[in-house]
Each structure stands twice: as structure tokens, then as C-alpha cells.
Nanobody, 126 residues
Framework: VQLQACGGGLVQAGGSLRLSCAAS????????VAWFRQAPGKEREFVAAIRRSDTNTYLADSVKGRFSISRDMAKNTVHLQMNSLKPEDTAVYYC????????????????????WGQGTLVTVSS
């Protein structure tokens, strides 16, 4: 499966962005999907994930209450809605997928995810 992430940009603190991850080659509903981010000089970190079943979602503590992840089955797309953005949210955001059900304890680990898209840059100004 090939992944295409988009929706990044420059936004002021307190603003919102919606990132989208589109899949080609396979139906997205077959995959568990995650978002990670990587800020300059930092390691890639988990942001959010949604299971193939679409009934379970996971969020990093740093984004709970501000971000949400959802599927658009009709468009074969997964969205990351980001509200109340902070300067520390500035990073390149990546979407990733895994076909088999990931172990809950491993969802936040980058190595769990098998296919990655190119990143989309989010810059939050203060």
C-alpha cells in the first residue's frame, strides 16, 4: 500500500489543521493506521492510532483533548484533526499502517508499523 499524507501548513498557536492520509493500492479499512511526528533534532514520536475495526483509537497524552483520529471510509482516508495547536506541535507528521492487529502495548512504537508515507510539515507559530 502506498500512503500520501497532506494537510500540513503554517498556523498560529490556538489554531486548527486537519491532516489526511490517503491510501492507494489497497482498501484502507484493511489496515490499522497511526500518525507519528518528528520535530527537528528529536526522535519520532507517536501521536495517534486507529484500529482496523474503527472502534478503538489511541492518543498520546500530549495531544489528548486536542487531537482526534478518524476514518473516512468513502474516501479511503484517515484524518488527524488537530485543534488548539501549540508551538511544540511543530513537526513533520507521518502516517503509517500495519495490516495485522498490533499489540496494544506496541502501538506507540514506530517499529510496529510496516508502511510509512512521506511526511507533511506542520508549523505552529507563537
Amino acid at each position: 500500500v502506498q500512503l500520501q499524507a497532506c494537510g500540513g501548513g503554517l498556523v498560529q498557536a490556538g489554531g486548527s489543521l486537519r491532516l489526511s492520509c490517503a491510501a492507494s493500492g489497497r482498501t484502507f479499512s484493511l489496515f490499522n493506521v497511526a500518525w507519528f511526528r518528528q520535530a527537528p533534532g528529536k526522535e519520532r514520536e507517536f501521536v495517534a492510532a486507529i484500529r482496523r475495526s474503527d472502534t478503538n483509537t489511541y492518543l498520546a497524552d500530549s495531544v489528548k483533548g486536542r487531537f482526534s483520529i478518524s476514518r473516512d471510509m468513502a474516501k479511503n482516508t484517515v484524518h488527524l484533526q488537530m485543534n488548539s495547536l501549540k508551538p511544540e506541535d511543530t513537526a513533520v507528521y507521518y502516517c503509517a499502517v500495519k495490516e495485522n492487529r498490533p499489540i496494544t502495548s506496541a502501538i506507540r512504537m514506530a517499529g510496529t508499523w510496516t508502511n510509512w508515507g512521506q511526511g507533511t510539515l506542520v508549523t505552529v507559530s507563537s
